[in-house]
T-cell receptor, first 114, second 111 residues
Framework: DTEVTQTPKHLVMGMTNKKSLKCEQH?????MYWYKQKAKKPPELMFV???????INESVPSRFSPECPNSSLLNLHLHALQPEDSALYLC?????????????FGPGTRLTVL | DQQVKQNSPSLSVQEGRISILNCDYT??????FLWYKKYPAEGPTFLIS?????DKNEDGRFTVFLNKSAKHLSLHIVPSQPGDSAVYFC??????????FGAGTRLTVKP
């Protein structure tokens, strides 16, 4: 199984809503990532979890709150978002310190903030 | 369902020689292809792209070749330099659709 799954595929939310994005992998990878991607632009790194601990936070606003409940799951909790947060949110996973940091990307969640 | 595949997780070449990174795709609707370069703890940065109406695009030391009938593209780096050492991602998209990424290939260029 070389798949990273993300749910939901699409999400529309208002600025006062609270929602969560979910990511799951069963490849035994111990590093997981959240990226934000605007149309036709490369993904921007948001957070990195290594062995279930947050290792990198790229100055992301607090309205985005990541959570890694176990080695297979990664969540991104959303609260009080702005319309400019509308984007494709990609999850990825890799095996840290394996001599390669090739990453498997999920299909993404298309988020629209009204 | 991996629509974009990079079957070589790693590649090692000598400085000054050619690096060839390969990518295969399954979705015939893809019409735009990109290569990204990624350093550790950073997001991917755009390197070079090619539209499906072309079979070659060149930018300095980097050339991307597209073989639509084989659903295959490759990135050639000539001459390779130690600073080229990074992970390279292949990506594909069709107009108005989301971009799909391969798993990446780690290139190591040895001095």
């Amino acid at each position: 199984d070389t798949e990273v799954t993300q749910t939901p595929k699409h999400l529309v939310m208002g600025m006062t809503n609270k929602k969560s994005l979910k990511c799951e992998q069963h490849m035994g990878h111990r590093a997981m990532y959240w990226y934000k991607q605007k149309a036709k632009k490369p993904p921007e790194l948001m957070f990195v979890y290594s062995y279930e601990k947050l290792s990198i936070n790229e100055s992301v606003p607090s309205r985005f709150s990541p959570e890694c409940p176990n080695s297979s799951l990664l969540n991104l909790h959303l609260h009080a978002l702005q319309p400019e947060d509308s984007a494709l949110y990609l999850c990825a996973s890799s095996q840290p310190f394996a001599g390669t940091d090739t990453q498997y990307f999920g299909p993404g969640t298309r988020l629209t903030v009204l | 369902d991996q629509q974009v595949k990079q079957n070589s997780p790693s590649l090692s070449v000598q400085e000054g020689r050619i690096s060839i990174l390969n990518c295969d795709y399954t979705n015939s609707m893809f019409d735009y292809f990109l290569w990204y370069k990624k350093y550790p703890a950073e997001g991917p940065t755009f390197l070079i792209s090619i539209s499906s109406i072309k079979d070659k695009n060149e930018d300095g030391r980097f050339t991307v070749f597209l073989n639509k009938s084989a659903k295959h593209l490759s990135l050639h780096i000539v001459p390779s330099q130690p600073g080229d050492s990074a992970v390279y991602f292949c990506a594909a998209t069709s107009w108005g659709d989301d971009m799909r990424f391969g798993a990446g290939t780690r290139l190591t260029v040895k001095p």
